[in-house]
Nanobody, 117 residues
């Protein structure tokens, strides 16, 4: 079982920055991927960025060059540095932990990010 604790959401003006964090605890199997997704009401949850335990990272086109995903040296905490935020980035952001050799996946509770004009 894996538990995820997210933090760092809030309200920011357009052009501002926020950093989200997600700490995983419990049985952390490797290899794994930790990701950030986001969702707005009425739309499907979409992938924002992923960081794999082997070091690979990928990003949605909409956030490339503005968002940076990173993992701490213990590989159980991920961060999402979000710069140049725009109102369309407003969403609930969710952390996902997924062991790559198992079918399990674990979601955080979500953290609200609101970007005002």
């Amino acid at each position: 079982q894996v538990r995820l604790m997210e933090s760092g959401g809030g309200l920011v003006q357009a052009g501002g920055s926020l950093t989200l964090s997600c700490e995983a605890s419990g049985t952390i199997a490797s290899p794994n991927a930790m990701s950030w997704y986001r969702q707005v009401p009425g739309k499907e949850r979409e992938l924002v960025a992923s960081a794999f335990s082997g070091g690979v990272k990928n990003y949605a086109d909409s956030v490339k060059g503005r968002f940076t995903i990173s993992r701490d040296s213990g590989w159980n905490t991920i961060y999402l540095q979000m710069n140049s935020l725009q109102p369309e980035d407003t969403a609930v952001y969710y952390c996902l932990f997924r062991p790559l050799q198992l079918s399990d996946e674990y979601w955080g509770q979500g953290t609200q990010v609101t970007v005002s004009f």
